[in-house]
């Protein structure tokens, strides 16, 4: 079955040290890959993307990831970690469930991130 | 552009009771689709739509309907609400070319059933 992976519920850093948030995800075909972010108590906005050509992409706030075929990963990560960048994050894969279905979007169960000031 | 917006933010039913949860769009997106977003599971799929009088099902449909007599209108049926709704319910649209290339989502709706 598709799924997508984000390995730790929480994450926690301090700030001005990296963050890394992980999404692994399985498909048989090339996907498209997205994070989304999700401050408290609004919806979901698009942080970056992932669909051709180049494998690292950046996204809003200084966050980028890079897709990784042959880990089957998207891992977001950002070096210096801010404040505000307490939300919650979701991985997210663009799918065919099936050959001749409408597109889906199969999403992670998310990682809290936490700043330590 | 307003973008996606929802109505109400909150609301609370008795067990049984129905209820209808507002979506529209001001994008002109043929994609719309309703999400429920419970603690540790992330956002699953209720019902989803590719435009105007076209709906399908998404993971989890039981107890809920949908409708699409406008681009602009997604609105979300609970028939006979159950304590298990109580949840946060998203909408999200997204232009049709490329499908899903990028969601856009409104503020979200929370939901108690007592």
């Known amino acids: 079955a598709q799924s997508v992976t984000q390995l730790g519920s929480h994450v926690s850093v301090s700030e001005g040290a990296l963050v890394l948030l992980r999404c692994n995800y399985s498909?048989?075909?090339?996907?498209?890959l997205f994070w989304y972010v999700q401050y408290p108590n609004q919806g979901l906005q698009l942080l970056l993307k992932?669909?051709?050509?180049a494998t690292l992409v950046k996204g809003i706030n200084g966050f980028e990831a890079e897709f990784k075929k042959s880990e089957t990963s998207f891992h977001l990560t950002k070096p210096s970690a801010h404040m505000s960048d307490a939300a919650e994050y979701f991985c997210a894969v663009r799918l065919r469930l099936e050959a001749d279905s409408n597109y889906q979007l199969i999403w992670g169960a998310g990682t809290k991130l936490i700043i330590k000031p | 552009n307003a973008g996606v917006t929802q109505t109400p933010k909150f609301q609370v039913l008795k067990t049984g009771q129905s209820m209808t949860l507002q979506c529209a769009q001001d994008m002109n997106h043929e994609y719309m689709s309703w999400y429920r977003q419970d603690p540790g599971m992330g956002l699953r799929l209720i019902h989803y739509?590719?435009?105007?009088?076209?709906?399908d099902q998404g993971e989890v449909p039981n107890g809920y309907n949908v409708s699409r007599s406008t681009t602009e209108d997604f609105p979300l049926r609970l028939l006979s609400a159950a304590p298990s709704q109580t949840s946060v319910y998203f909408c999200?649209?997204?232009?049709?070319?490329?499908?899903?290339?990028?969601?856009?989502f409104g503020p979200g709706t929370r939901l108690t059933v007592l």
């Open positions: 739509s590719v435009g105007a009088g076209i709906t």
């Open positions: 992932y669909t051709t050509g």
């Open positions: 999200a649209s997204s232009p049709r070319r490329g499908g899903f290339n990028e969601q856009f």
């Open positions: 498909s048989s075909v090339p996907p498209y």
